[in-house]
């Protein structure tokens, strides 16, 4: 069973540097098929693909690899292939015994194989085995990893029914990013969603979302989970209503004791977005139709934009463009007599050249870490707060703290391929 | 065809020729450890009959300890019906044997010749 264990011929055989030299894909997009020879007789061909997709893709949300399904390649092209079987099955040298004990294998780097007088049910099922939960297992052998012994891990050796729904944990999470490095990628926008909410007692609480916004998907950033929601990422047409689709540029929140404006920017245009209906304005009580113009709605301030951000306390929205920064004052409707100024000198940078200098990718107030970031790539930069100046004195105000990786505080913001972003 | 009478095949019932053999004595036992990487031997590559005596009840112990079943190297019932559950049929990575990148061994043949230093 060691040939079992060892790849195919023409597989990749790469060690990733972060393995330490365990075998590891080094391609970004991988390609999978359920052979035409290995269909399942318990469910419809259509079920097994769609389980397929879903399991490749709960992968793809922890890791920086994508996985696409292939269905006109050469096989022999084809980088990871699934199929049924019962006892000698699909050439594989390792028969299956029947219902009970084993209910599939894989080869690292290579195939997958199911036994077919298994009683595998679709997730929705509670009864039999789960071929989805069978399959992220098996997947993840064939990325790399081994059994693994502990409570909740998806490679345990042994099959445990799975509760109400099955999630890659953190310990998994860990394990797969220890052989192919954590998500990285720049964002479109990023900022925190404020939500108002009654409590049992009538009482009006707020609470709020981190989002991240990446071409046509976004995801719900869990604060308090340190991870993004399950099943995230999703088409910003799914989530947001009467905004453009795609590539938005900066959102910014006016909140005040009197005013309660969200407002989506993208090119020349501006949309005002309905909290409470969920979704854009079409016009406002004047009759005004959105989206207007930017330069219209906010006079002095060019566009397009690189990002923004509202700053509550000096009630002030900060537009960037290039190495420039605009100050807006929201209640006299025009920019502070100071600005624009560049980047450098607004946001001035803590340690020398440690800085963005220009083209941000955005700006953004964490509530979470009641502090403002600046990113830029794979990178963000912390503006000091009043507590890190009260802590340290001599920051210079607005200053920026050296880089950091945006991984390293925001965990599992990964990419999926874009056939299965509607799932 | 499997046999099953719901439309959703709920109740689908593998004809009793095809179940796995039940591991039932010594013998199943010893090849059951074997099969899944707990015979001796940094590569897992036990005899395929399986460990003997004292090897066979070092690996029994670790077997049982991973299972969370009293480690007393004795193939007792618990054991069995652990031996018995439904699983994957990679071999296990054995927290004792293998180094901390519980990677596969490549064995030896296959291992790419080192360039002798300059």
């Given at each position: 069973f060691l040939q079992m264990l060892l790849p195919g011929p023409g597989r990749q055989l790469e060690g990733s540097p972060q393995s330490g030299g365990t075998l590891a894909f080094a391609k970004k997009t991988l390609t999978w098929r359920l052979v035409g020879e290995g269909y399942s007789s318990q469910l419809s061909v259509e079920e097994q693909r769609y389980i397929f997709r879903l399991a490749f893709r709960m992968w793809s949300e922890v890791m920086p690899l994508n996985f696409r399904e292939d269905l006109t390649a050469p096989a022999a092209a084809i980088d990871i292939k699934l199929g049924f079987g019962r006892g000698r099955h699909l050439g594989c040298p390792r028969v299956f015994d029947g219902s009970g004990q084993e209910f599939a294998h894989a080869w690292r780097l290579g195939d997958i194989h199911f036994d077919d007088d298994e009683h595998f049910t679709p997730p929705t099922s509670d009864m039999g085995i789960s071929l989805l939960k069978v399959a992220v297992h098996e997947i993840g052998h064939v990325l790399g990893l081994p059994h693994s012994y502990r409570a909740g891990s998806i490679m345990q050796p042994n099959y445990i029914p799975q509760g109400p729904a099955l999630e890659l944990d953190w310990s998994d999470r860990k394990a797969i990013q220890k052989l192919y490095g954590s998500c990285e990628g720049a964002f479109d926008t990023v900022f925190d969603w404020i939500r108002r909410e009654r409590n049992h007692h009538g009482e009006v609480t707020v609470r709020f979302s981190t989002y991240f916004f990446r071409r046509s998907w976004y995801w719900l950033y869990e604060n308090r989970n340190n991870r993004t929601r399950y099943g995230d990422p999703i088409l910003i047409l799914t989530g947001w209503h009467g905004v453009p689709a795609q590539d938005i540029d900066a959102f910014v929140h006016v909140w005040t004791w009197g005013r309660d404006e969200r407002y989506f920017f993208k090119g020349t245009q501006y949309w005002r977005y309905d909290s409470d209906r969920d979704q854009a304005h079409t016009e406002d009580e004047q009759g005004k139709r959105y989206p207007r113009s930017i330069s219209e709605g906010f006079p002095g301030i060019p566009s397009p934009l690189d990002t923004a951000f509202y700053d509550r306390r000096r009630q002030l929205i900060y537009f960037f463009r290039g190495s420039l920064v605009f100050?807006?004052?929201?209640?006299?409707?025009?920019?502070?007599?100071?600005?624009?100024?560049?980047?450098?000198?607004?946001?001035?940078?803590?340690?020398?050249?440690?800085?963005?200098?220009?083209?941000?990718?955005?700006?953004y107030y964490s509530y979470a870490h009641k502090a403002v970031f600046l990113l830029k790539g794979s990178a963000y930069w912390k503006v000091a707060s009043d507590g890190d100046r009260q802590r340290r004195a001599g920051l210079p105000p607005n200053g920026v703290f050296p880089r950091q990786p945006i991984p390293r505080k925001w965990f599992d913001v990964c990419d999926v391929h874009a056939s299965t972003l509607d799932m | 065809e499997t046999l099953f009478h719901s439309r959703g095949r709920s109740d689908l019932a593998p004809s009793p020729l095809r179940r796995a053999t039940p591991i039932a004595d010594l013998r199943a036992a010893q090849r059951f450890l074997s099969k899944y990487g707990w015979a001796e031997g940094p590569s897992g590559a036990g005899p395929p009959e399986g460990p003997q005596g004292a090897a066979l009840a070092e690996a029994l112990r670790r077997f049982q300890k991973v299972n969370a079943l009293p480690a007393s190297g004795n193939l007792d019932a618990a054991t069995l019906a652990a031996m018995n559950r439904p699983r994957c049929g990679v071999p296990d990575a054995r927290p004792q044997l293998r180094d901390k990148s519980t990677a596969p061994q490549t064995p030896p043949g296959l291992r790419p010749r080192a360039r002798p230093k300059r």
């Open positions: 100050a807006f004052d929201v209640n006299r409707n025009r920019v502070l007599g100071s600005y624009p100024k560049e980047l450098a000198d607004a946001f001035p940078a803590i340690e020398r050249r440690d800085h963005p200098l220009r083209d941000l990718d955005a700006a | -």
